[in-house]
């Protein structure tokens, strides 16, 4: 069964940066887009960004552009998301997310996500 | 703000028949994008609910149904039961310069 599991919760202190990773399994990884979306405490649901199936594009929210990095490592079939520059407001449970696009179409931003893993809290305090 | 406005919150007795609309505009719903739905239960992630706006994946009951029509979407729950009690997001895309993928406020789903 597909599963994209995250990696452990994270402090850091407000300047720093964090990586997040996201492994999949279950499914071909190397055919499906990835998406970060996080969620502050008790707040709805943001769009941080997405990678392509070949990691060749990559889009980021614009409140992002300048301090998230996706990646993605096709031999371990596992996704990343570095966010540097942390701030108190960039606390939030951050989650990877399974593109599903039409049946033989590429990855695109508008497809819905499918698979989500099980979140990441990353907590910003001094 | 969200660029897609959805009702904070709605209600019903079990198995009365709920709906949570989702208005966007020109350049997202209205545009021809496509809206998803997402159902997040208490402490959970976020689950495909909907997608391609009235399409439900394997495994969803047919109780949940989604439509489209011009700016707006709507997610309709029938025979409601106490476990739909939860948090509820439309998703689509947003064409214009500032804005990709949007996310609608959520709406909070009480089962009386």
């Known amino acids: 069964q597909v599963q994209l599991v995250q990696s452990g919760p994270e402090v850091k202190k407000p300047g720093a940066s964090v990586k997040v990773s996201c492994k999949a399994s279950?499914?071909?990884?190397?055919?499906?887009?990835v998406s970060w979306v996080r969620q502050a405490p008790g707040q709805g649901l943001e769009w941080v960004g997405w990678?392509?199936?070949?990691?060749?594009?990559?889009n980021y929210a614009q409140k992002f552009q300048g301090r998230v990095t996706m990646t993605r490592d096709t031999s371990t079939s596992t996704a990343y998301m570095d966010l540097r520059g942390l701030r108190s407001d960039d606390t939030a449970v951050y989650y990877c997310?399974?593109?599903?696009?039409?049946?033989?179409?590429?990855?695109?931003?508008?497809?819905?996500?499918?698979?989500w893993g099980q979140g990441t809290l990353v907590t910003v305090s001094s | 703000q969200s660029v897609l406005t959805q009702p904070p919150s709605v209600s019903g007795a079990p198995g009365q028949r709920v709906t949570i609309s989702c208005t966007g505009s020109?350049?997202?719903?209205?545009?021809?994008?496509?809206v998803h739905w997402y159902q997040q239960l208490p402490g959970t992630a976020p689950k495909l609910l909907i997608y391609g706006n009235t399409n439900r994946p394997s495994g969803v009951p047919d109780r949940f149904s989604g439509s489209k029509s011009g700016t707006s979407a709507s997610l309709a729950i029938t025979g409601l039961q106490a476990e739909d009690e939860g948090h509820y997001y439309c998703?689509?895309?947003?064409?214009?310069?500032?804005?990709?993928?949007?996310f609608g406020g959520g709406t909070k789903l009480t089962v009386l």
């Open positions: 020109s350049s997202n719903i209205g545009a021809g994008y496509d």
């Open positions: 990678i392509s199936e070949d990691g060749s594009i990559t």
């Open positions: 998703q689509s895309y947003d064409s214009s310069v500032t804005v990709d993928v949007v």
């Open positions: 997310a399974k593109h599903q696009p039409p049946v033989s179409t590429s990855s695109a931003p508008w497809d819905p996500r499918d698979y």
């Open positions: 279950g499914y071909s990884f190397a055919s499906y887009g």
